[in-house]
């Protein structure tokens, strides 16, 4: 269908004294004695487009097109609109592409995200949907860019898989085979099972990005994890997409440095594409939200060991929920006091307690810690899980016994230590926690187009 897009019409000079042809839904209609004004959006711009509607000497139009919701097709002359310097069309032809009847169900101008979320197929409509997914897709992209300029290869990793990578029991899995009592023993129904054998959705691609990175060097992946946990929290999805590079020949430090770069250099880009949406967010989700953006990017981040962050806990004038004691896994709460209350920037936890981290992580000196990193931000908390990874093949057997964890699937993995092992490390961004950082959208289903979690798929 032959049509120009609204921000275009919208912002062009070129296009004033022109005829042009838009198409869109329409998300406000006036109607007065002489004239009528549609204000029209395709989902390329949050701004509408007014159209203008002589009722004297201007065309038809069938009432079914001035309802909310309605898609229509309008061809007009583009002029220029000095009260808010942008441009409208003054319609010689408007014609009903859909219908949009009174049981639509966004009527109100404002509506609660709670209300939205009932309705996923229906929310992309509204502006702040419209915002999210703009930025979401301008990210993926600053993304892609920031390690392609590097020269990281793109891998994409498989989904299905017979090991669990975090080792903590989160996999979905994957089965042809329904209910059925034909088996005495798990054992039986494996061998029966697609694959022949315990399978489930990854809940990480770093495992095979490894191997990846024992032969390119550097790589990265993007694509989606799935984690079983029942965690009814604003942070936690059942399927959320992941950025996981993994780097030959590098340490703790540079993981740490290359964290820090991409965080920096995809919030650069989203201010300078996103203006429009930015000041959205600012005025209506987060007020300081530019301020605290350009402060990250012109910052350098804090790193803190895991130790030191434990006496801090410890000192605060904050009665917790939960207790804190040097080997416990940090709360939400206590992330946030870290990075809220007492940096009030970006912080690196580094060097965790080996008990509550997963079993690849490179095993300090100490033989009490590993070198881990978390990236907490204000607002969000976590967003970033990385580590180097254990190099040495007997140490990571140990590793591996002392968690109880059988080697059966592991083969894979344990042959990058046997061949050329090198030191190395990488990390992964929860994809949909940065887009609430750079938007200020306090609830991760806000922010991805079909959020799973427990209970819940629409
Ligand atoms: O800290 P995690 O579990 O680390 C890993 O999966 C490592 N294998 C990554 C690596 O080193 N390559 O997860 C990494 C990040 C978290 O910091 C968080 O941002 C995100 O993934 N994440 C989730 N996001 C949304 N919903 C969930 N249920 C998430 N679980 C993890």
Redesign the pocket.
């Known amino acids: 269908m032959k049509h120009t897009d609204i921000k275009e019409i919208l912002y062009t000079d070129s296009f004033v004294g022109k005829k042009a042809t838009v198409c869109g839904w329409v998300r406000t209609a006036r109607d007065s004695k002489n004239v009528a004004f549609l204000a029209l959006n395709d989902g390329t711009t949050l701004n509408h487009l007014q159209i203008v509607i002589d009722k004297e000497n201007g065309p038809e139009v069938s009432p079914e097109a001035m309802k909310l919701g309605a898609s229509v097709k309008v061809t007009g002359e583009v002029v220029k609109n000095d009260r808010n310097n942008t441009n409208e069309i003054n319609a010689e032809e408007v014609i009903l592409l859909g219908s949009c009847p009174q049981d639509y169900p966004l009527q109100k101008k404002f509506q609660k995200l709670e209300t939205l979320r009932e309705m996923p197929h229906i929310r992309v409509r509204t502006n702040t949907f419209n915002a999210v997914f703009r930025v979401r897709s301008v990210i993926a992209a600053a993304i892609h860019r920031f390690f392609q300029e590097k020269g990281f290869v793109y891998i994409n990793t498989p989904l299905i898989t017979g090991s669990d990578?975090?080792g903590a029991g989160e996999m979905f899995q994957v089965t042809t085979i329904g209910y059925s009592d034909k088996y005495d023993n798990a054992e039986d129904y494996y061998a029966d099972d697609f694959f022949g054998k315990k399978t489930g959705l990854s809940?990480?691609g770093?495992l095979e990005?490894e191997v990846a990175a024992m032969g390119l060097g550097k790589i990265y992946t993007f694509g989606p994890?799935f984690?079983a946990?029942n965690?009814n929290t604003q942070?936690?999805?059942?399927e959320?997409w992941?950025v996981?590079p993994?780097v030959a020949f590098a340490e703790l430090p540079d993981v740490i440095e290359l964290a820090e770069d991409m965080i920096k250099y995809i919030i650069k880009d989203y201010m300078e594409k996103c203006p429009e949406e930015l000041k959205f967010f600012e005025e209506r989700f987060e007020k300081g939200l530019t301020e605290k953006l350009l402060s990250v990017v012109n910052n350098d981040f804090e790193v803190v060991d895991y130790t030191d962050a434990i006496e801090l806990l410890k000192k605060a004038p904050v009665k917790f929920e939960f207790p804190v004691e040097w080997g416990c896994d940090l709360q939400s709460e206590h992330e946030r006091y870290i990075t809220e209350q007492v940096y009030n920037k970006p912080v690196f936890l580094i060097n965790y307690p080996k008990g509550i981290k997963?079993f690849y992580m490179k095993q300090n000196a100490d033989g009490k810690t590993v070198a881990a990193t978390?990236l907490l931000v204000p607002g969000v908390g976590?967003?970033?899980?990385?580590?180097e990874r254990e190099a040495d093949l007997d140490k990571l057997l140990a590793a591996m016994k002392e968690k109880g964890m059988s080697t059966e699937g592991y083969d894979f993995y344990l042959d990058l230590r046997k061949y050329g092992s090198v030191p190395h490390g990488?990390?992964?961004?929860?994809f949909?926690?940065i887009i609430m950082y750079c938007t200020g959208m306090a609830n991760?289903r806000d922010v991805i187009l079909y959020p799973r979690t427990v209970g819940n798929i629409k």
């Not at 942070?235 to 059942?238: D, E, F, L, N, S």
């Not at 976590?382 to 580590?387: D, F, K, Q, T, V």
């Not at 990488?426 to 929860?430: H, I, N």
């Open positions: 990578c975090e809940v990480s770093q990005g994890s984690r946990e965690s942070r936690h999805v059942a959320f992941h996981e993994e997963s978390d976590e967003i970033i899980g990385g580590s990488g990390f992964g961004l929860g949909e926690r991760i």
